[in-house]
């Protein structure tokens, strides 16, 4: 034991160097041990939970590598031995960098995992999942510039000159693409947002149809007479989008006028005919009808219904069938319905002998 006290190497003895390798020796085991055993405890609560926060640590840890266990190990064990400044100094940058880089592949994975997650949502939006990659490549490119400036700074590099220059010339790329940025950040809002998906019915100003595909810089959709309308994604996201997909229900405002000569009695149950004819259809809710108006030729009665469902097709047959049904109630009560007519009444002069 003396002769290990006395065997000095690098300002230490050896019994120094021998306490620094088995502190670090033991401080790797016990990191590697500990991080085996937390990921098996989040495995195993991954398996019997829904949430996604516990697949997001086992994504993690797996990327904690085993260099960062070594340097750390080997920091810890450094302590305990007389060193000089410049060599403190070495250990110390060495360390910032392996945490720097750590956290750069910690981010990684959690960016890719949380992006990954949210494609898994929308598998049968092949646009969705374009956008999704996109973004993940930009925002890993941000998490590893931002790591390697620091990185630079921590080895005594004098960054500043470098991220003024970076500055400039994002500006002047940023000022060269700004159509192309703008059209693929309004791809991901619209990915993010949701105002419409691949398959709704939309309106853009006076033009109608149905999302086919949203891509990085343009959105396709297939106008109702056929042909292909395609409006950049930044235009579209500035214009008035009414999203026919997402409606609910279908208001129809009715309006029927009846002769002049329909008989007060008969004109007090045209309402009840019509709540009638609304309500043998499946899909309708029933609002009002009134006898609304004295028009120019006609009696007017306003019927205001829904159609419960958005489908198009399902909303013009059961207008059709409400009409059919108060024509054929009208026909069989002898009630007319009023057209433009305009009637002359005629004066006879008399004559002046």
Same mark, same amino acid.
């Given at each position: ?6 065997? +000095? ?33 989040? =495995? ?10 516990? &697949?997001?640590?086992?994504?993690? %840890? +797996? ?16 302590? @305990?031995? =007389? ?11 060495? +360390? ?17 995992? !949380? ?21 993940? !490549? ?19 590099? *004098? ?8 500055? @400039? ?22 990915? !993010? ?30 106008? !109702? ?9 930044? &235009? ?30 008969? %004109? ?14 499946? *899909? ?39 009409? %059919?049904? +108060? ?10 319905? =009023? ?15």
């Amino acid at each position: 034991m003396d002769t290990l006290q006395n065997i +000095v190497f690098w300002n230490n003895s050896l019994m120094t160097w021998v306490a620094a390798v088995a502190i670090a020796v033991l401080a790797f085991t016990i990191l590697s041990l500990a991080r085996r055993i937390v990921r098996g405890h989040f =495995a195993k609560l991954a398996k019997s939970t829904a949430v996604v926060w516990d &697949d997001l640590v086992i994504e993690v %840890l +797996v990327q904690t590598k085993q260099f960062a266990l070594m340097v750390g190990s080997l920091y810890l064990g450094s302590h @305990v031995l =007389a060193l000089s400044d410049r060599v403190v100094d070495v250990l110390q940058a060495v +360390v910032a960098v392996t945490v720097l880089l750590q956290i750069g592949f910690w981010g990684t994975a959690a960016v890719q995992f !949380l992006l990954e997650h949210q494609s898994a949502k929308r598998s049968n939006d092949g646009a969705a999942i374009t956008s999704m990659k996109a973004l993940t !490549l930009v925002v890993r490119l941000a998490l590893w510039s931002i790591v390697a400036l620091l990185v630079l700074d921590n080895l005594g590099v *004098d960054i500043t000159a470098l991220v003024a220059g970076l500055g @400039v010339g994002g500006i002047a790329v940023a000022l060269a693409m700004q159509n192309v940025l703008g059209d693929l950040f309004a791809s991901l809002s619209i990915v !993010l947002d949701k105002p419409f998906v691949q398959g709704d019915m939309i309106m853009v100003d006076d033009m109608i149809g149905t999302v086919e595909h949203v891509g990085l810089k343009t959105t396709r959709i297939r106008s !109702l007479s056929g042909e292909q309308l395609v409006f950049s994604n930044a &235009d579209l996201l500035r214009s008035r989008i009414r999203n026919h997909g997402r409606r609910a229900e279908r208001r129809v405002s009715l309006i029927i006028g009846v002769t002049y000569d329909t008989p007060r009695a008969m %004109l007090q149950t045209i309402p009840a005919m019509i709540k009638q004819a609304v309500e043998a259809q499946e *899909d309708t809710r029933f609002s009002r009808s009134h006898f609304n108006e004295f028009g120019d030729s006609a009696l007017m009665f306003e019927t205001i219904y829904y159609v419960t469902v958005p489908h198009y097709d399902r909303y013009m047959d059961i207008q059709q069938d409400v009409n %059919l049904s +108060v024509h054929e109630q009208f026909e069989a009560n002898g009630i007319e319905f =009023a057209f433009p007519t305009q009637t002359v009444h005629v004066v006879a002069e008399s004559s002046v002998g």
